[in-house]
């Protein structure tokens, strides 16, 4: 991914994980060279990339036959009670296994791995892994894990990618409700990879919102769907991929009608020798609403406001786009403040010169910020830092802010 690196003469790019790289960053690979030819390999594919497929944008290979000697995970959502989960861990620990724990807080893994050790006899190894320790750390704990040293390894998501411990055969995931269906799909598969017979638990919420229902009863079939069938279930639950909408999701000929349409106009520009100016795109994943109720405007007049809105350069064109939709449609309506904050934070982002503005999964009242690394105030960030305003990550190169979007960003340019 880093500027430095020039390749001589690059004909393939091969995209493992698919799932774990923004739109960005893949588009940023595909630039090495223009006609290079692009493999992404994926067990789940995201919305998006699964509805270029399914739109024959781009072609879609499928292998669906498990190795030689695997068997199928046995999947169950089972009550949160101690006893049974001690019962659990003890069975698969007779077989002279190990379990994975799957708890998805890191302010709160401490005490858990604490609950656990109180519940299991003193000879059982307790330990845990989470993002935000040190490199060294978790890594000598998966090594730990790995030879054996430790029995239960009790984790965050951390864990979904690239760790393969033949010996773990049983995983119990705490807060299932709370991830995406490929995200527990990609987490079952760090277990089953012998052929040992695996077990994978999910304790049970009973208070369920109504997309953990449909995860829920996808989860429970997980034994019979292969992972694009879970990322077909995933993409009815989450969408495929609008940019902006109540369920994010979006009628397949205006993808299609706003993608040609765009080519077609650049293409226009070139030949009159006319450069356009390049927005810098700006990632913002924050847990607030950022669509116009169907009580305000219709669906389809949705589309367009929405489009002129992700291309809108400043504030005053915001603020004259607000003001045509009141003398349009009337006095704007409170649920529909999240657009325009969420366009107003692309915006002053951009200009700020930011890639990415996301919510910590893992710490709700934590922001996290990417700049471009040409653009940032380096003086700036050494003097909140040091004013301990905020925090920084030298590994990802990541700021982790607490508190409000736009108290950052007027804190940012006192």
């Known amino acids: 991914m880093s500027d430095d690196i020039k390749f001589k003469d690059v004909g393939l790019l091969i995209i ?100 656990i050790r109180e519940l299991l006899p003193e000879y059982i190894k307790v330990d845990y892994i989470h993002g ?39 995983m119990i995931i705490e807060g299932v409700e709370k991830l995406g269906l490929s995200q527990v799909y990609q987490l079952r598969g760090r277990i ?63 993808f299609g009608y706003n993608l040609y349409m765009k080519m077609l106009n650049e293409e226009i520009l070139k030949l009159k020798g006319e450069a356009e100016e390049e927005l810098d795109d700006v990632d913002v994943e924050l847990n607030f609403p950022r669509f116009l109720p169907d009580s305000y405007i219709e669906k389809n007049e949705k589309v367009k406001i929405y489009k002129r809105a992700l291309a809108l350069k400043n504030l005053d064109e915001l603020e004259n786009l607000h003001n045509e939709l009141e003398d349009r449609f009337g006095k704007i309506k409170s649920e529909a403040k999240g657009f325009f904050d969420f366009i107003k934070i692309r915006i002053i982002a951009r200009d700020l010169g930011i890639t990415t503005i996301k919510q910590d999964k893992e710490n709700k009242d934590r922001i996290l910020i990417n700049f471009d690394e040409k653009k940032i105030n380096v003086d700036k960030i050494i003097y909140l830092l040091s004013n301990k305003k905020i925090m920084y990550s030298k590994f990802t190169r990541t700021i982790g802010y607490n508190g409000d979007i736009f108290e950052f960003f007027r804190m940012y340019k006192k």
């Open 16 to 115: 493992d994980e698919e799932q774990k790289f923004g739109v960005k960053a893949k588009e940023k690979l595909k630039k090495i060279k223009g006609d290079i030819d692009v493999l992404t390999l994926t067990a789940t594919p995201i919305p998006r990339t699964l509805n270029l497929s399914l739109l024959g944008i781009r072609d879609l290979s499928v292998i669906d036959t498990s190795p030689e000697g695997r068997q199928k995970i046995h999947t169950e959502y089972i009550d949160n009670n101690k006893n049974l989960i001690k019962d659990i861990i003890l069975s698969e620990i007779s077989r002279e296994g190990q379990v994975f724990y799957i708890f998805n807080s890191v302010k709160r893994i401490e005490s858990k791995v604490k609950e």
């Open 132 to 170: 935000q320790m040190l490199p060294r750390d978790i890594k000598k704990n998966i090594q730990e894990f790995e030879n054996g040293n430790i029995d239960v390894l009790v984790a965050t998501t951390i864990i979904e990618n690239g760790i393969d411990i033949e010996n773990a055969n049983t």
């Open 192 to 254: 089953g990879r012998s052929t040992k017979k695996s077990y994978c638990y999910m304790l049970m919420n009973e208070n369920k919102t109504k997309n953990a229902k449909k995860r829920e009863e996808s989860i429970r079939e997980f034994d019979n769907l292969t992972g694009l069938d879970l990322a077909m279930e995933d993409s009815k639950i989450r969408g495929v991929g609008e940019i902006l909408g109540e369920k994010q999701h979006g009628a397949v000929e205006t």
